[in-house]
Structure formats: C-alpha cells, structure tokens
C-alpha cells in the first residue's frame, strides 16, 4: 500500500450513515422520547442519500499504488446509498405503528435500521472484496435481531414466529459468509489480489484453484438474494419477521446481495453458474409462489423469482450488470410498496395474515388497493406498472442482443407463470364484500405513495436511472 491520503469528502456518504446510528442512541440516551428518535434516524437517511449525491464520480480513496481503491465512489454506488436511504427511511415509516404500542423499542429498532443502512452504502462504494463482505455482513447483522426484536402486548398470544425467523435467518447467513470467505481465500492464494479493478480468474497452475473460488464466491453472495437452490430460509424469515422488516430484508438486504454479485460476475466469468441459479431461481419461486395462501409467503416466493431474472442479466457479465442494477432498482421500489400496503391493510403489529383476509379490501381503501394493484403489475411487468414492463424488457433485451435467446426464453415463460398469482391477489382486492376499513397511520401512508411517485417516476422515466447507472 502506499502512504494514505484519506478523502474524508468521498467518505461523507459512510460519516452520514454511521453518524445516523449514532445520533438514534444519543436520541434515545439523551432525550428518550420516540418521536425524537425516529425523528433523527430519519434526518440522519436524508443526510445520507444528500451526501452521497454531493460525492458522487469524485476519487476514490485508500487505493495502492496500482491506483486500485477500495473506496469508490460512482453515480451507481451513490443511486445505491439513496435507495438504502430511502428504504431505511420507509420502512422506518411503516414501522410506526408498531413502535408506538411499544412491540419493539424505537432506539434499538432505529439504530439497528441505521446499522443495516450504513453496511449497504459500503456493499455500494466497496472497491475490493474484503470491504464488500465487511459491508454485507454490516447490512445483514443488524437483521437477524430486527427480525426477532418484538415485545407482545398484554393478552397477546405469545408465538415463535419471530425467534425462529431470526435463528433461520442467523444460521444460513452464517453459512454463507464462511463460503463467500473461503472462496475469496482462494481466489487471493491463487491470483495475489483483492480489488475488483485487479480481479482476475487466475492463469497457469493455479487458474483451477482460483474459478474454484469465484465458483464458491459467487455460491455465497447468491445465499444472500436467496437463489434456488439457497432459499429455504426466505420464506419462513420473511413470514415470521415484524412485516415492515420483512420488506426491508425483501428490498435493502436484497439489493446487497445484488450489487455484491454484479461486482464479482463484471469481472470474473461465472457465467454457467449464474445461468443454471437464475433458471433455477425463476423456475421454482414462480412455481410454487402459485401454492401460497399467506400474503407474505406469497411476496417472499414473489422476490425469490425476481431474484431470478437479475440473475439472468447477471449470467452474461459486464454487459448484463447495467440490466441487472436497473431491475433490482425497479424491483425494490415495487416490493416496498406491496409490503407498505400489506402494513396498512393489517392493524397494528400484526402478521401479513392469509391472502383471504384482503378480500374486498380494493373497494373499501380504494387509494391503497389501486397501489397494490399497481406494485403486483409492475412485479408481473404488466401495464400500468411500466416501472416493472421496463425492467422486464431491459433483461429480455440484453439477453436476446448476446445470444442468449434459451435464457431469454424462459425469462419470458416464468413471466407468464408468474401472472397466475398477481392477477389472483389483485382479484381477491376487489372481490367479495368490502371489508371495515382499518384506521391508517400518516407515516405508513405517506411512506406507501411515495413508493408509488417514484414507481411512476421511473416508469415514465427509465433513462434517467439508466444513466445514472452506466
């Protein structure tokens, strides 16, 4: 390494994140007042995606002499810190409900949330392999308690829902990072090299030594978007969580999965390995998306599938991460807003309940039926969802203009699977007698439209986001 010249202006971005977790338990220490709390966490996420947009395509900072950095700050790590901002932001507002019957107690809840948030700006702006695991596990660390960190008020019927999502999730997240680990060992052992500007697949007597480690590199990140056949714990994770940290695992965890894959496969080839786990993902997640009856069940198989089809763009290396960054930004848009409508149609810290229980919901909160029905269609890339059409057409497009018509193929055949049961959520909306609306929490609904502007932003607008990416 060369002598350090630290650029603390690239950092601001990481300062601002952290700084936010630090100002939530200072909040809580000082002024113990939940308002005040929530309040600073979600100043602090403004901070952040403010930052982030201040800094981006300046220089990196600490790079060798190679002039390889492991701080990179670029327009897609910064599009990458606003949407960990965002969703830190939303799902907080979605979590207000709950925190104020006290299920879970806001200081710890809104500095694990900031925690989580500054793991995934570092996945954004990680320059080498080792940052961008130390960012994962940040982003995913705080999440195995946010998922079981639940108070029952009294009179509640105690469950292990929640323990056990957490204990599922800990275990197989635990796996995978040894994994990740043990193929970054190898691939250092045999090429000399940690940065991703200086990756390589290795040559001569080691080049088997090193794809052995891309292979178990990229099998460990792939646990972390929950591809078949590593999906098991995202189901009963996502089932047995608090809904609002459901969706941030569904989106903000996700989205780290993503962008380490996308840094690894740019650079080194893992194209057959990547191809047979998206046609793996895709497959099995539509296919028994279509047996759930339980609505976030139904949303966790959804996601899983989803992860396919970035897989898909994935498979085909540098040319395909520019098609996978811009559909994992459309996907996590509308899956926040599909789980912000399951928290508003259900009361107060409850579960996401049986599909069933949303009959007639459309026609009793016309507002919030028209935005799950617009999440499910963007999700389907069905109009008016043209978020969601874009994406679809952008993963199709990419693969078709590399030859990958098979691929591209069965992207579009679990495509149609895939309507079967968007169109049967969207039916039992509007289906049946209108339910008694629940009362709605402002922030739970603020949180949800806004979700649905920048859906219709993007999806009348899709260049911008593909410029700011490439």
């Known amino acids: 390494m060369s002598s350090q010249q630290i650029d603390h202006f690239a950092l601001l971005p990481l300062y601002a994140a952290a700084g936010t977790a630090i100002l939530a338990l200072l909040a809580d220490l000082f002024v113990a007042r939940r308002a005040a709390v929530i309040g600073a966490t979600m100043l602090g996420a403004a901070a952040t995606a403010v930052c982030a947009l201040v800094t981006a395509d300046t220089a990196g900072t600490f790079c060798t002499t190679a002039g390889a950095c492991s701080w990179v700050p670029t327009w897609p790590a910064a599009v990458a810190a606003v949407l960990f901002a ?3 932001a939303g799902v907080l507002a979605l979590s ?10 806001a200081g710890e809840f809104c500095f694990l949330l900031a925690c989580s948030m500054t793991g995934g700006v570092v996945v954004g702006y990680a320059g080498d392999l080792i940052t961008l695991i130390v960012g994962l596990e940040t982003l995913t660390l705080p999440l195995y308690v946010l998922a079981g960190l639940r108070r029952f008020a009294p009179g509640e019927r105690v469950t292990t829902g929640a323990a056990s ?9 635990v796996v995978s990072t040894a994994i990740a680990l043990l193929g970054v060992a190898l691939n250092y052992a045999a090429t000399g090299g940690v940065h991703l500007d200086l990756l390589t697949a290795g040559s ?8 052995v480690g891309v292979a178990l590199l990229v099998i460990g990140l792939a646990f972390k978007v929950a591809a078949v056949p590593l999906h098991a714990w995202a189901p009963a994770t996502y089932d047995g969580a608090p809904v609002p940290v459901a969706a941030y695992l569904s989106t903000a965890s996700k989205l780290g999965g993503v962008l380490a894959l996308a840094a690894v496969v740019s650079r080194l080839d893992a194209g057959v390995v990547v191809a047979a786990l998206a046609v793996l993902t895709m497959t099995v997640g539509n296919l028994v998306a279509l047996r759930q009856t339980r609505m976030v069940r139904l949303l966790a198989w959804s996601s899983i599938a989803q992860a396919g089809y970035i897989l898909a763009a994935l498979a085909l290396g540098e040319i ?4 996978a960054l811009a559909y994992a930004v459309f996907f996590v848009v509308l899956e926040f807003v599909a789980f912000g409508v399951v928290v508003a149609l259900r009361a107060p810290g409850a579960d996401g309940g049986a599909i069933e229980d949303y009959r007639g919901a459309g026609r009793e909160s016309r507002g919030l039926g028209a935005a799950l029905v617009l999440a499910l269609a963007g999700l389907a890339g069905l109009p008016p ?8 057409l952008s993963v199709v497009g990419v693969l078709v203009d590399a030859r990958w018509t098979w691929l591209a193929a069965v992207v579009v055949i679990n495509a149609v699977i895939a309507l079967a049961y968007y169109v049967r959520v969207a039916a039992i909306l509007y289906s049946g007698h209108a339910r008694s609306a629940l009362p709605v929490a402002r922030p739970v609904v603020v949180a949800v439209f806004a979700g649905v502007a920048v859906a219709v932003v993007l999806g009348f607008a899709p260049q911008v986001l593909f410029d700011a990416l490439s």
């Open 165 to 173: 999502a957490s204990v599922t999730f800990f275990l197989i997240s």
């Open 96 to 105: 207000v409900p709950a925190l104020r019957l006290g299920i879970a107690p």
């Open 320 to 323: 395909g991460v520019l098609a």
């Open 86 to 88: 965002g969703l830190t």
């Open 204 to 211: 001569g007597p080691l080049e088997k030594l090193a794809g």
């Open 385 to 392: 969802g043209l978020a969601g059409l874009f994406a679809k």
